[in-house]
């Protein structure tokens, strides 16, 4: 049973534009969702996070949209850049343990 | 990635050998995690640590072991490898009050 959903698989945007990556979650005990950024031959890297007391968080150009009545969060990545090419995990967990639950990730290729 | 230390990086093993790999972190995290990551399925938990010799099964830790003899080292074992566990194995760390997970840049195992 998967229990964090991601999609889609593969995304391609152009330079200056918006990048969005959807996860749905089953687990209504979930209460941590973060991001994850990995580049190639590198580990994941945390991006931004979100707690379900709150809607939207943003930081710098990355915005994490929550809807807890659809169980559902959002990665928004404004003004994409090549940079951001990278493949993207969201995770969640809960209770104290902490437990990451990951998607299967989205691969991000921005193009110039 | 500073403060996780994973080895070896790469290994190439036979079909019914024990492999054993290590996690090495610096920064006195308590908890600690074994990931391995393979095309479509993301990262799945194998086992994690919650501190010097309390360790727990993940969703996918048949055929694998773990050690916690020391705060700072990780070991994960696989009792007789197969080829089923070719993957790419990532430890995370995390301190009790920072929920965002540390990765390591992660091991590249071949079972031939």
């Known amino acids: 049973q998967q229990q964090v959903k991601q999609s889609p698989q593969s995304l391609i945007v152009q330079k200056g534009g918006i990048s969005i990556i959807n996860c749905a979650y089953e687990?209504?005990?979930?209460?941590?969702f973060p991001w994850y950024q990995q580049f190639p031959g590198k580990g994941p890297a945390l991006l931004i996070a979100?707690?379900?007391?709150?809607s939207e968080k943003k930081e710098g150009r990355f915005t994490i949209s929550f809807n807890k009545s659809a169980k559902q969060f959002s990665l928004h990545i404004m003004d994409s850049q090549p940079g951001d090419s990278a493949t993207y995990f969201c995770?969640?967990?809960?209770?104290?343990?902490?437990?990451?639950?990951f998607g299967k990730g989205t691969l991000l290729t921005v193009n110039p | 990635d500073a403060g996780i230390t994973q080895s070896p990086r790469h290994k190439v093993t036979e079909t019914g050998t024990p492999v054993t790999l290590r996690c090495h972190q610096t920064?006195?995290?308590?908890?600690m995690y074994w990931y391995r990551q393979d095309p479509g399925h993301g990262l799945r938990l194998i086992h994690y640590?919650?501190?010097?010799?309390?360790?727990d099964k993940g969703e996918v830790s048949d055929g694998y072991s773990v050690s916690r003899s020391k705060t700072e080292d990780f070991l994960l074992t696989l009792e007789s490898a197969t080829s089923s566990q070719t993957s790419v194995y990532f430890c995370?760390?995390?301190?009790?009050?920072?929920?965002?997970?540390?990765f390591g840049s992660g091991t590249r195992l071949t079972v031939v």
């Open positions: 920064e006195n995290h308590r908890y």
């Open positions: 687990n209504t005990a979930f209460d941590y």
């Open positions: 995370a760390a995390r301190d009790e009050w920072d929920y965002g997970y540390t």
């Open positions: 979100i707690r379900p007391d709150v």
């Open positions: 995770a969640a967990s809960k209770g104290s343990n902490y437990k990451l639950t």
């Open positions: 640590s919650y501190g010097v010799k309390d360790t």
